[in-house]
């Protein structure tokens, strides 16, 4: 039956593989979903979403597929109370169960607790007869009563209630990073390689080598798998990025943790690449750009990080920087058209989001690189992108900033 449900958590897109839904039917044989919906609602969550963000539609899955199961249950509710009503059905009952079912008339319990409503004037902790906590009262909270109101939250939520209120929606892909994520996401950067001495152990190929001489141990090593990966990490600072530092620092703790690449460098500019970047943010180190080319791998990572706002002129023009730049010969764009000349692999991470890129610089940059947001979904894509290539997205049309530099 519940095969249904697997095929409606992947039509609302969640990644639910077969041995992950596997361990859940191995889960549920083992009695962990306690027999109850909101068992069932909380372990399948807990073994099929692997991330929050998709909380969200995973509740709207269960939704779904689960939509006429309290009205069910509310039906059989209607049932056993036309049962209870059917004066021939209550022959053959004592009087003390005859009272008992008197007690269990709801109307009656409303109209009493509106009463004790309008007379108690304090709060009323035990006994039996005012609203509060403990004790035999109908009405209250933590109290013992066969008949009773229950007042304020409990933990006997249905899992249809939970997922109706969608309390992870919040949770969405286009928001921006923490350290974590972007240290996950960078993970998809990864190539690995054995390199180096013969130093680990090759149990396959132990195992297989002994086999074939007869049971006389042979015990076989390999090089150790690095990962082979450079990057080279460019990083727009000051002005109009003052207010995305935060950000930035997190890409930046992410990015250069020991072990996470082969090599990986890191340099400063402002606004737009020209004839040097800086080894240091108050611009005293620095690096000639055809130094940088000369030194770098074609095969090198190469990520950029920045708003792209600038000045028009800053962008088109030779030597159009207005400080800091002055010997600069060539127009920003050039510059930073060598980049993406020379290295096989490159990507623009823009803190700004996408909404606001039509009609500025950021149209004539992302003509020369492959751009996307510094959100979750952004960086997974650039990530993608710098591992397999494909399409790059279009943003905005650059030809019309060509244009103004022509006049």
């Known amino acids: 039956m519940l095969v249904d449900f697997l095929f409606e958590l992947r039509r609302h897109k969640l990644p639910v593989s077969t041995h992950e839904w596997m361990a859940l039917m191995e889960a549920m044989a083992l009695g962990l979903h306690e027999s109850s919906l909101d068992g069932f609602y909380r372990l399948c969550r807990t073994l099929c979403v692997k991330d929050i963000a998709h909380y969200d539609a995973y509740d709207e899955a269960f939704l779904s597929y689960f939509k ?20 021939r059905a ?97 993970r998809g950067l990864r190539r690995l390689g054995r390199e180096g001495a013969q130093e680990e152990l090759d149990l396959d190929d132990t195992i297989d080598k002994t086999c074939k001489n007869a049971g006389d141990l042979e015990i076989v090593f390999r090089p150790p798998r690095r990962n082979r990966v450079k990057v080279l990490l460019l990083m727009d600072v000051g002005g109009s990025m003052d207010p995305h530092s935060e950000l930035m620092s997190r890409l930046f703790t992410a990015a250069s943790r020991s072990g996470r690449f082969a090599k990986f460098r890191s340099y400063y500019f402002h606004n737009c690449v ?25 095969d090198e990572k190469l990520v950029i990080v920045g708003d792209a706002l600038m000045h028009p002129a800053e962008l088109l023009d030779p030597g159009g920087s207005m400080y800091l730049y002055s010997q600069a010969r060539a127009s920003g764009v050039e510059w930073l058209r060598r980049l993406a000349a020379h290295f096989r692999s490159a990507a623009w991470l823009n803190p700004e989001p996408d909404k606001f890129w039509s009609g500025t610089t950021i149209e004539v940059i992302a003509s020369v690189f492959a751009m996307w947001p510094l959100s979750l979904d952004g960086l997974s894509h650039a ?20 244009k103004m530099v022509a006049r």
């Open 274 to 298: 020209y004839n040097s970047v800086y080894e240091d943010a108050q611009f005293r180190k620095g690096v000639p750009v055809a130094d940088l080319l000369a030194n770098s791998d074609r």
């Open 383 to 402: 990530v993608r992108y710098l591992v397999r290539g494909g399409e790059r997205p279009r943003v905005g049309d650059p030809s019309k900033w060509m």
């Open 68 to 87: 006429d199961v309290h009205t069910d249950a509310l039906q059989l509710t209607k049932e056993l109370q036309d049962w209870l009503s059917d004066p």
């Open 90 to 186: 209550l022959e053959g009952l004592t009087d003390e169960q005859r009272r008992a079912l008197r007690e269990l008339d709801l109307e009656k319990l409303r109209e009493l607790f509106e009463k004790r409503l309008r007379e108690q004037k304090e709060r009323h902790d035990g006994g039996n007869r005012w609203i509060g906590t403990g004790g035999t009262s109908p009405f209250g909270s933590g109290g013992m009563n066969p008949t009773a109101m229950r007042v304020g939250g409990g933990g006997g939520r249905s899992a249809m209630a939970v997922a109706d209120q969608r309390l992870f929606k919040e949770y969405r892909r286009d928001v921006v990073l923490d350290v974590r994520q972007i240290d996950m996401a960078l």
